[in-house]
């Protein structure tokens, strides 16, 4: 049963990969619907085989960015996808880090909408401990 459900898993993931390098037409929601509906392992093992060919791991590095940016950028699951790009930092730093001067571009923008989506977050938490706050101090 279980080795029908991988089968089942590779032969969606293959439907899902962008057809060309141009990702501006890939709808990377798709990949978020995707992960969320792994387990933790084969979460880190989807992970782990990203850019698996060194042939192709500079593209496919640059379209996990892209998606980690757009990601950010949606403000969706939050948790979810910071999760995501820590795991993928810690397992790809090395090659990222080897091909830095042209993901240099694609990095700047995630670290942006990153802190971006941070500052909008920590906003709204700083508003709700004053509303905490407030109505605490009402009820003493």
């Given amino acids: 049963q279980d080795d029908d459900d991988d089968e089942e898993e590779e032969e969606d993931e293959d439907s899902k990969e962008p057809s060309s390098s141009s990702s501006s037409s890939f709808d990377f929601g798709s990949v978020s619907l995707y992960l969320k509906g792994l387990g ?6 989807e992970m782990r085989g990203l850019a698996g060919d ?5 593209q496919e590095l640059a379209l ?9 950028r949606h403000r969706q699951d939050f948790e979810f996808v910071n999760a995501l ?4 930092l810690k397992v790809h730093s090395d090659t990222i880090a080897a091909h830095s001067a042209t993901l240099s571009k694609k990095l700047k923008a ?3 909408t990153q802190k ?13 401990l004053c509303m905490v706050n407030s109505f605490s101090g009402i009820q003493q």
């Fill in 116 to 128: 971006a989506a941070w500052r909008d977050l920590e906003s709204q938490f700083h508003y709700a």
């Fill in 64 to 72: 996990a960015l892209e998606y980690f940016e757009s990601a950010v």
């Fill in 85 to 88: 790009l820590a795991l993928f």
């Fill in 40 to 45: 933790p392992s084969r979460i880190d093992a």
């Fill in 54 to 58: 060194p042939r192709t791991e500079q």
């Fill in 110 to 112: 995630l670290r942006k």
